[in-house]
């Protein structure tokens, strides 16, 4: 050990006992039930993988996946899209009031996903604020399609991911030298020039785990395409919640689960990979 | 001016040679003003072209605002600024064509040391091949040729900032800005740097405002040193002007180490002046500011212009060795005059000068020319 301290060493038994309680815990809420799922994926019985090759092979899931991809990739390259901007005028803000707007960022989080899901539906639907605004103007004319469709599903998405896209964005910006942007304006660059040279590769181990959480985190949305999408928008979670509840399938929904905890998975170590890596190209993620 | 009658074309409006054309930055009642605090007050300043001038100050005297002005990062809150012939007062950074030296190196850590000199010129959308040749003759230049491919987390400080500076260097700016350049490197490194700077400036002839709270940087690069105070130029002058002509109190205490013997000017001396003082009275070479008798003043000598051995000629006062430090090359003695003030007496050390003891009774003399008539010092 190379710490001198006794103090901060525990020995073994009071170290356990510490631990116990969490781990108990822990085992009879995650690892039990994600045991018995698998067990379940795998145990129709007697042990099988028929439930994991049929799924393979299943239309409908394949379906979904591809659903379930495009819809967390392109909700996610939204929140890239639109979090990037929002990120570099927090940055450029004095510190005072980058902590206003940074409680603004986060005010998504203190409402349940399911009462903004129905914001978005009184504010997006058919009758909705938006749409009332367009046909007025419009003198009936428009009415754009957006709630129970792709668009829905996205909308209420990134109003979920957008914080995390933010505030990892804001962390690479932050975490840039300041004289960086003036030295190159002495040099004569222009703001375009800086922001292509020396702004976006310098934050891109921001963006880069920026991305990797959001699609982590929308891959298994279950909520939002359910409320807000059509039929055609279902996602693997909900592909889950249909094997479970509509057809009493629980060896394909365990599969089905099993699959999607593997994916998530595969990016979240992924995700450290990239913050591992971030120390090397210079910025903080 | 007369007009030839050669002349077809309207004659051009061409002054005589002005000091305006051999201008590069012109200040003219340049202020500053954050909130209720002046951090400049009506500062007029004039940089030659190809001239090293170095604004040194403690810190808030200004100097760091004086030179974010002139690089554009801020604006003034009045005066005018004019660069190489041209009104740069509200001019964005990005058009001054300068280049500048930060205390941190400012290298961008995601391009290697190529690239990073290659930016400027990419800039400036110069041929790549012209630009290859330039980055390795200026590689050359500062003898970091084999550092091209690093990144610049890769290199020892003094490197990073040689590679910056021949950042700005590579795309010739008229003027180069220097903030506190070498404020980050150890002592060795610093005087190595501070030659190199002044080397490349003989070479290049680029016109250099360097910023620096160090006056011996200030002393040995400069071939004028502009001495900043409170918000203003406190004095300025080439190194050796400073060193011996300081013009207050300030000055004095600033550049070199000073006795300073406050008084009252009377009549007699060679001069016509002397100073009454708590430790006697002292003849006085003729002061540059108006001076008449009965008005308060303040006596310098120079540590090293005094001497404990006396001479023909020579004023000296009596006192007591307080203590007595080897500094290598000279040795100082701290002398407690009779008022309780001390007198601090540097001498060169030689092998067979007597030794000072505490407690012995000396006379710190020294040649009256030598010593110079201040005006009291004034609160800013």
Same mark, same amino acid.
């Given at each position: 050990?190379?710490?001198?301290?006794?103090?901060?060493?525990?020995?073994?038994?009071?170290?356990?006992?510490?631990?116990?309680?969490?781990?108990?815990?822990?085992?009879?809420?995650?690892?039990?039930?994600?045991?018995?799922?698998?067990?379940?994926?795998?145990?129709?019985?007697?042990?099988?993988?028929?439930?994991?090759?049929?799924?393979?092979?299943?239309?409908?899931?394949?379906?979904?996946?591809?659903?379930?991809?495009?819809?967390?990739?392109?909700?996610?390259?939204?929140?890239?899209?639109?979090?990037?901007?929002?990120?570099?005028?927090?940055?450029?803000?004095?510190?005072?009031?980058?902590?206003?707007?940074?409680?603004?960022?986060?005010?998504?989080?203190?409402?349940?996903?399911?009462?903004?899901?129905?914001?978005?539906?009184?504010?997006?639907?058919?009758?909705?604020?938006?749409?009332?605004?367009?046909?007025?103007?419009?003198?009936?004319?428009?009415?754009?399609?957006?709630?129970?469709?792709?668009?829905?599903?996205?909308?209420?998405?990134?109003?979920?991911?957008?914080?995390?896209?933010?505030?990892?964005?804001?962390?690479?910006?932050?975490?840039?030298?300041?004289?960086?942007?003036?030295?190159?304006?002495?040099?004569?660059?222009?703001?375009?020039?800086?922001?292509?040279?020396?702004?976006?590769?310098?934050?891109?181990?921001?963006?880069?785990?920026?991305?990797?959480?959001?699609?982590?985190?929308?891959?298994?949305?279950?909520?939002?395409?359910?409320?807000?999408?059509?039929?055609?928008?279902?996602?693997?979670?909900?592909?889950?919640?249909?094997?479970?509840?509509?057809?009493?399938?629980?060896?394909?929904?365990?599969?089905?689960?099993?699959?999607?905890?593997?994916?998530?998975?595969?990016?979240?170590?992924?995700?450290?990979?990239?913050?591992?890596?971030?120390?090397?190209?210079?910025?903080?993620? | 001016?007369?007009?030839?009658?050669?002349?077809?074309?309207?004659?051009?409006?061409?002054?005589?040679?002005?000091?305006?054309?051999?201008?590069?930055?012109?200040?003219?009642?340049?202020?500053?003003?954050?909130?209720?605090?002046?951090?400049?007050?009506?500062? =007029?300043?004039?940089? %030659? $072209?190809? !001239?090293? #001038?170095?604004? &040194?100050?403690?810190? @808030?005297?200004?100097?760091?605002?004086?030179?974010?002005?002139?690089?554009?990062?801020?604006?003034?809150?009045?005066?005018?600024?004019?660069?190489?012939?041209?009104?740069?007062?509200?001019?964005?950074?990005?058009?001054?064509?300068?280049?500048?030296?930060?205390?941190?190196?400012?290298?961008?850590?995601?391009?290697?040391?190529?690239?990073?000199?290659?930016?400027?010129?990419?800039?400036?959308?110069?041929?790549? =091949?012209?630009?290859? %040749? $330039?980055? !390795?003759? #200026?590689?050359? &230049?500062?003898?970091? @040729?084999?550092?091209?491919?690093?990144?610049?987390?890769?290199?020892?400080?003094?490197?990073?900032?040689?590679?910056?500076?021949?950042?700005?260097?590579?795309?010739?700016?008229?003027?180069?800005?220097?903030?506190?350049?070498?404020?980050?490197?150890?002592?060795?490194?610093?005087?190595?740097?501070?030659?190199?700077?002044?080397?490349?400036?003989?070479?290049?002839?680029?016109?250099?405002?360097?910023?620096?709270? =160090?006056?011996?940087?200030?002393?040995?690069?400069?071939?004028?040193?502009?001495?900043?105070? @409170?918000?203003?130029?406190?004095?300025?002058?080439?190194?050796?002007?400073?060193?011996?002509?300081?013009?207050?109190?300030?000055?004095?205490?600033?550049?070199?180490?000073?006795?300073?013997?406050?008084?009252?000017?009377?009549?007699?001396?060679?001069?016509?002046?002397?100073?009454?003082?708590?430790?006697?009275?002292?003849?006085?070479?003729?002061?540059?500011?108006?001076?008449?008798?009965?008005?308060?003043?303040?006596?310098?000598?120079?540590?090293?212009?005094?001497?404990?051995?006396?001479?023909?000629?020579?004023?000296?006062?009596?006192?007591?060795?307080?203590?007595?430090?080897?500094?290598?090359?000279?040795?100082?003695?701290?002398?407690?005059?009779?008022?309780?003030?001390?007198?601090?007496?540097?001498?060169?050390?030689?092998?067979?000068?007597?030794?000072?003891?505490?407690?012995?009774?000396?006379?710190?003399?020294?040649?009256?020319?030598?010593?110079?008539?201040?005006?009291?010092?004034?609160?800013?």
């Amino acid at each position: 050990m190379a710490q001198s301290g006794t103090a901060s060493e525990l020995s073994l038994p009071s170290a356990l006992m510490l631990l116990a309680p969490l781990t108990l815990l822990m085992l009879a809420i995650l690892v039990y039930p994600l045991a018995l799922t698998v067990w379940t994926s795998v145990y129709p019985g007697q042990f099988s993988l028929q439930a994991y090759t049929e799924l393979l092979s299943s239309t409908l899931f394949l379906k979904v996946l591809k659903n379930t991809f495009e819809i967390s990739l392109s909700g996610t390259l939204v929140s890239l899209l639109v979090g990037y901007p929002v990120a570099m005028h927090l940055a450029a803000q004095p510190p005072s009031r980058r902590t206003a707007y940074l409680i603004m960022v986060m005010l998504p989080f203190w409402t349940s996903i399911l009462v903004k899901s129905f914001a978005l539906a009184a504010v997006f639907g058919n009758q909705g604020l938006v749409n009332q605004l367009l046909g007025f103007v419009s003198g009936g004319q428009i009415n754009l399609p957006m709630m129970f469709n792709r668009v829905g599903v996205i909308l209420g998405m990134i109003n979920f991911l957008l914080p995390f896209m933010i505030l990892s964005i804001l962390g690479s910006l932050l975490a840039q030298d300041r004289t960086l942007i003036l030295a190159a304006e002495t040099m004569g660059a222009k703001p375009l020039r800086i922001f292509w040279k020396i702004t976006l590769p310098l934050s891109l181990p921001g963006v880069v785990a920026g991305v990797l959480i959001n699609i982590t985190l929308s891959i298994g949305m279950y909520i939002t395409p359910a409320l807000l999408g059509g039929r055609q928008d279902m996602m693997v979670a909900n592909l889950v919640d249909f094997y479970t509840r509509q057809t009493l399938d629980w060896t394909a929904a365990s599969a089905t689960a099993v699959v999607l905890l593997l994916i998530s998975g595969l990016l979240v170590a992924l995700l450290g990979k990239v913050r591992g890596a971030s120390g090397l190209s210079g910025a903080v993620a | 001016m007369t007009v030839t009658p050669m002349t077809v074309t309207p004659a051009p409006a061409s002054a005589p040679v002005a000091e305006g054309d051999r201008a590069m930055v012109e200040l003219q009642g340049v202020t500053k003003r954050y909130g209720e605090v002046d951090a400049l007050k009506r500062v =007029d300043l004039t940089i %030659r $072209k190809g !001239e090293f #001038v170095t604004l &040194l100050g403690p810190s @808030g005297s200004g100097k760091s605002t004086l030179l974010n002005l002139i690089a554009g990062m801020i604006t003034p809150s009045s005066g005018r600024i004019v660069i190489d012939g041209r009104d740069a007062t509200t001019l964005p950074t990005n058009q001054r064509g300068l280049g500048m030296v930060f205390q941190n190196y400012a290298l961008m850590p995601h391009m290697t040391v190529f690239e990073n000199i290659a930016f400027p010129l990419q800039v400036r959308h110069l041929p790549k =091949d012209e630009i290859k %040749r $330039k980055v !390795e003759q #200026v590689l050359d &230049l500062i003898q970091l @040729g084999h550092v091209a491919g690093r990144r610049p987390r890769e290199l020892s400080g003094g490197q990073q900032q040689r590679i910056s500076l021949a950042r700005c260097i590579v795309y010739n700016p008229a003027l180069i800005l220097m903030d506190e350049p070498l404020g980050a490197l150890d002592k060795n490194l610093r005087e190595q740097m501070q030659l190199e700077i002044k080397r490349l400036h003989a070479d290049l002839g680029i016109t250099m405002l360097y910023v620096t709270h =160090d006056q011996d940087e200030a002393l040995t690069m400069s071939d004028r040193i502009v001495l900043m105070n @409170g918000g203003k130029i406190e004095q300025q002058g080439k190194p050796d002007e400073l060193y011996f002509k300081p013009a207050t109190v300030f000055s004095a205490e600033f550049i070199g180490s000073s006795n300073l013997i406050p008084g009252i000017v009377e009549a007699g001396g060679v001069s016509g002046l002397s100073l009454r003082t708590a430790i006697g009275t002292f003849p006085v070479p003729a002061a540059d500011f108006a001076v008449s008798t009965g008005d308060k003043a303040m006596l310098l000598v120079r540590p090293e212009n005094m001497t404990l051995t006396g001479g023909p000629g020579v004023t000296s006062v009596s006192g007591r060795i307080d203590d007595s430090i080897l500094l290598g090359g000279v040795v100082r003695h701290f002398v407690r005059c009779k008022d309780q003030s001390t007198i601090i007496v540097q001498e060169l050390n030689q092998p067979d000068r007597p030794i000072a003891k505490r407690g012995d009774e000396v006379r710190a003399g020294w040649p009256p020319a030598h010593a110079r008539l201040l005006p009291p010092s004034v609160p800013h």
